[in-house]
């Protein structure tokens, strides 16, 4: 038997707390057709699949959804939803694990760059690869940088050989005002849904 199978807790309560956020009713719709996983660009890199995360949410695998990389690799494409024969906006039940998660002490580096990424881009409308990387760097302290920065030198410099790092930020989105009232709109969203 396999450490997981014998350390795996299931608990009910879990999937009802998860049934009750914004985006739990979804939980339910999901028919376990399998189109999401086909359809989600990242899913080699996720621990589970989409489909499997809202499995296990239904089994009350409360540790195992909460610890999984999956939500915090979504990137809200659409694509999921787009093709889902009942329209699940997988990408909010993302978001709503992403604060289960946080609440509960999970993803702490994910939630860090999760802020740094939201900060970038907000600044000019475009991310500066460079400047994310320090951003991040700063917030999961020195030692860790550093070694993120060991274990990555060889993508950085392919990286900088293909001109995809830069070391200066780009131009900004042609209207700034424009993004300011997206971001401001955002921030207003969010307040009021605490």
Partial sequence: MSEDKETRKYDPEFTKEVYKTENGYWVKMCMQC????????LKDMMKHSPREIIQLIRSGAKDEVLK?????????????????????????????????????????????MARAYYADLAKRGRIWEMGLTMSYGLKIGIGNAIKMALDMQSTGINMVKHKRLTFRPPHGVKNPAKLRAVVEKAMDLSKEEG
Wanted: glycine residues 8%; contains cysteine.
């Fill in 68 to 112: 999984s990389n999956t939500m915090w690799l979504c990137t809200s494409c659409y694509h999921c939803t787009c093709r889902c024969p009942r329209g699940v906006p997988l990408m909010d039940v993302m978001s709503n694990l992403r604060d289960l998660a946080e609440k509960a002490g999970h993803g702490k580096n994910k939630i860090h």
């Fill in 34 to 41: 399998g189109i999401c996983p086909t359809t989600c660009t």
